[in-house]
Nanobody, 123 residues
Framework: QVQLVESGGGLVQAGGSLRLSCAAS????????MGWFRQAPGKDRDFVASISWSGGSTNYADSVKGRFTISRDNAKNTVYLQMNSLKPEDTAVYYC????????????????WGQGTQVTVSS
């Protein structure tokens, strides 16, 4: 079992930045590829970014490429999502997930999920 807890969400103006954190506990965090997903009201859960178990490889949705950066610190059992140049369309609940085989944008292959953190970008 892996427990995931996201933090760092909030309200920010367009063009601003936020850094999300996802703290993991339980089984060896460094064994897992990690992903960030987001879900806006009435929409499907969409892939945002993923990172390999070592942190050496990353993958991004086209909509966030060049603005968001995923990273991890295996010593701290934490994965991060640095979000810059935020847009109103980035507004969603953001979830971190563990599992799958990197790279993978399909939420169905991830084994563990956090409870989500709300990100709201005002225009």
């Amino acid at each position: 079992q892996v427990q995931l807890v996201e933090s760092g969400g909030g309200l920010v103006q367009a063009g601003g930045s936020l850094r999300l954190s996802c703290a993991a506990s339980g089984r060896a965090f460094s064994m897992y590829s990690m992903g960030w997903f987001r879900q806006a009201p009435g929409k499907d859960r969409d892939f945002v970014a993923s990172i390999s178990w070592s942190g050496g490889s990353t993958n991004y949705a086209d909509s966030v490429k060049g603005r968001f950066t995923i990273s991890r610190d295996n010593a701290k059992n934490t994965v991060y999502l640095q979000m810059n140049s935020l847009k109103p369309e980035d507004t969603a609940v953001y979830y971190c997930a563990a599992g799958g085989v990197f790279p993978n944008a399909n939420p169905k292959v991830y084994d563990y999920w956090g409870q989500g953190t709300q990100v709201t970008v005002s225009s």
